[in-house]
């Protein structure tokens, strides 16, 4: 069975940093490409950030520059490095592995 666990997130101040993490259980990590997405009060959910098992990476516009994804195999783990955070950022962020896993998400609040 597998299972997605994010943590790391939490009220800051814009400007501010924060590194989010899932933790996976299963076999399935290091093989499957996987996803960061943000869904924000009456707003859809969108993706922020991807990366391959080959470790290549994609971001959406809005985070380009300042989120960084990761993922350590090793750990059965990905990350995301988010700096100069906005208010804007602030979602309920889940993590993913296609097509059908989903993390319950962590709270990023960011105040101006």
């Known amino acids: 069975q597998v299972q997605l666990v994010e943590s790391g997130g939490g009220l800051v101040q814009a400007g501010g940093s924060l590194r989010l993490s899932c933790a996976v259980s299963?076999?399935?990590?290091?093989?499957?490409?996987m996803a960061w997405y943000r869904q924000a009060p009456g707003k859809q959910r969108e993706l922020v950030a991807t990366i391959t098992s080959g470790r290549s990476t994609t971001y959406a516009d809005s985070v380009k520059g300042r989120f960084t994804i990761s993922r350590d195999n090793a750990k059965n783990t990905m990350y995301l490095q988010m700096n100069s955070l906005k208010p804007e950022d602030t979602a309920v962020y889940y993590c993913?592995?296609?097509?059908?896993?989903w993390g319950q998400g962590t709270q990023v609040t960011v105040s101006s």
């Open positions: 299963g076999t399935i990590f290091s093989i499957n490409p």
């Open positions: 993913h592995i296609p097509p059908v896993y």
